[in-house]
């Protein structure tokens, strides 16, 4: 009987030793760190600004004529937009076509004098200096045709810079010029914007722009529309006073964009971030408690947590991480751990990163 008491007692003594070293195992859930990352929203402030608004000027200097173009026309490019009064160029034309006809007669009489003097100094009737001022003479009707040819193509120029035209398709935004004005040249006489080449201008620091650059999407938001952009150009200078790099974006074929318009450029970082409730206080210091070793491939056992310090974390914020995306990540009964605690561990399933 005493001995039936004994192994009884001894046979509880026994569990209730094993019980209680399983009690001192704290059982926890874990996640991979890949499944608890979210993403960042971000944006700056963008404009939308035209490659080309130019003043355009008359070069010559007269009366206008013809004034072809209003504000807010749709003009293509070589459209005439005004006319001065071109008579005074059109007969300086005149008198370059016919100074230029001149010298052609007189390049023509030099050259036959020439032949002639060769053929009388092959027989040895004319000195030889009367064959070079022969040349000589052939030469300078040469030059002249030459200098005549020139002021017959700057005469032109002349009329026809007597029109305006337009230097590229756009929109007129300001006319300065009246029908009877009298030009000096280099007149202002219109403002043309360029319609068709826009492109969005944003400042963002040199983070924010290696960011932007691995998003999937980078969209323009104005006046309730969203439209999609990519980026064209960085420009390599960072102000010295706002530590930003100016980016142009290209929203290409979308012409609902106008010059001078105000938004924001949006775009979603890739995740990295990890939300503020997976995050524990030790020591003063912010961070978030992970199982030791790799255990990617199981599903369940029994490791030694550690606390990962997070030094940028602040309270109540998700905090940039950069451990492996296989990390597993305490998640149920982490603020009861310690670093280097011994834990049953097994995966949440189903766990999804909080929106």
Known sequence: MKRRHFLATLLFYIISLGCTADASVV??????????????????????VSLNHTLLSAQLGGTVTHVFAQVG????????????????YLLAEK?????????????????????????????????????????LQLQLARAEVATRKAALVQARLSVERCSLRAPFSGQITERLVHEGQLLAPHTAAFKLLQTQSLEVSAALTPAEIADARQADTLVFVSQGRRIPVTVRAVIREVKSNSKVQHVRLTAGTDNTLLAGDIGRLEW??????????????????????????????QTEGEGVVLFHPLPGALEGQPAVIDLPAETRVIVDNRFRLVAGQRVKWSVIKNQQAPQ
Do not use: F, W
Not at 32 to 47: G, R
Not at 275 to 284: E, T
């Open 95 to 135: 008198q370059a076509v016919a100074g230029l006809d001149a010298a052609h007669a007189q390049r023509d009489l030099s050259h036959k004098q020439y032949q002639r003097s060769q053929k009388l100094r092959s027989s040895k009737t004319i000195a030889e200096d009367l064959l070079e001022q022969s040349l």
């Open 73 to 88: 026309d749709q003009v293509t490019a070589n459209t005439a937009l005004l006319k001065i009064d071109c008579r005074d």
């Open 268 to 297: 979603q970082s890739r995740p990295r971030l990890l939300p503020a409730d997976y995050l524990s206080r030790r020591n003063g210091v912010l961070g978030v408690m992970v199982l030791k070793a790799d255990v990617s491939e």
């Open 27 to 48: 059982k926890v859930t874990v996640s991979s760190l890949s499944s608890l990352l979210i993403a960042a929203d971000n944006s700056a402030p963008a404009s939308i």
